[in-house]
Structure formats: structure tokens, C-alpha cells
């Protein structure tokens, strides 16, 4: 996957080639920056405001990455995935990224469906 560099309020971002859109590049819509990654997480205006409110972190496993946040249940720190906060999906379902980009979180890229199926997308 190529990354381009994209400097914008004197800021150096980065931002995958498939991300561009048609006119000018992905920075033109709403996007939230990352505590420890350059790079940044498209998400649509009507999610701004709430998705705002929280620190939001790259998290790599040994088969994907994807952004999430960490929130306290009493004594226990647990993590919410973005794609999951947006789509308001319980545990039984998975979200696909249509495009397989992970920081595009906008709402037409994401696909609520179930376990068997997002393996088939991915094939």
C-alpha cells in the first residue's frame, strides 16, 4: 500500500493512497489524530462530536491493526474498537472495513455482519 505525506496545519501526516478522494485528499472530510501513530482516522461529521471526546491509539495484533480506545469497568481496563463505537455492534457480530483500510472508519466502508462472512470478505 503506498502512504503519502501530507503536511496540513503544520502537522506531517500520513495517509494511504487509497484514501485519497476526488477532490483534494482525505483530510477534507472530519478525521481524528492518533496519541501514538502519524497517522490519522477518517470517520464522518455526524460521528465528530461524540468519537471527539475520547484519546483514540493504534493497536496492532499479529494478523491486523485497527484504533481503539481503553475505558475502565471497575478495577478492569477494557478496549473498544472505533468501527464497533460507530456501528453500535455487540459481541456476537464483526465490522468489515469494505475498502480493508482500517483508519477509514466512515460509515459506507463499514459492514455489520457475522463472523463467517467478514472471513470471506478477507479471502
Known amino acids: 500500500m503506498e502512504i503519502l505525506e501530507i503536511r496540513y496545519a503544520n502537522k506531517l501526516?500520513?495517509?494511504s493512497f487509497n484514501r485519497i478522494i476526488s477532490r483534494g485528499v482525505c483530510l477534507s472530510m472530519k478525521h481524528l489524530p492518533l496519541t501514538n501513530s502519524?497517522?490519522?482516522v477518517l470517520i464522518d461529521d455526524e460521528d465528530f462530536e461524540e468519537l471527539s471526546?475520547?484519546?483514540?491509539?493504534?493497536k496492532k495484533s499479529s494478523f491486523c491493526s485497527y484504533v481503539?480506545?481503553?475505558f475502565r469497568v471497575g478495577k478492569q481496563v477494557k478496549t473498544m474498537r472505533i468501527h464497533r463505537q460507530i456501528c453500535g455492534v455487540e459481541n456476537d457480530l464483526t465490522v468489515h472495513h469494505d475498502n480493508h483500510d482500517p483508519l477509514d472508519n466512515q460509515r459506507h466502508n463499514l459492514i455489520v455482519c457475522a463472523l463467517a462472512e467478514n472471513i470471506k470478505f478477507n479471502q
Open 38 to 40: 502519524e497517522f490519522i
Open 53 to 58: 471526546k475520547f484519546s483514540w491509539f493504534l
Open 68 to 70: 481503539a480506545r481503553s
Open 13 to 15: 501526516f500520513y495517509c
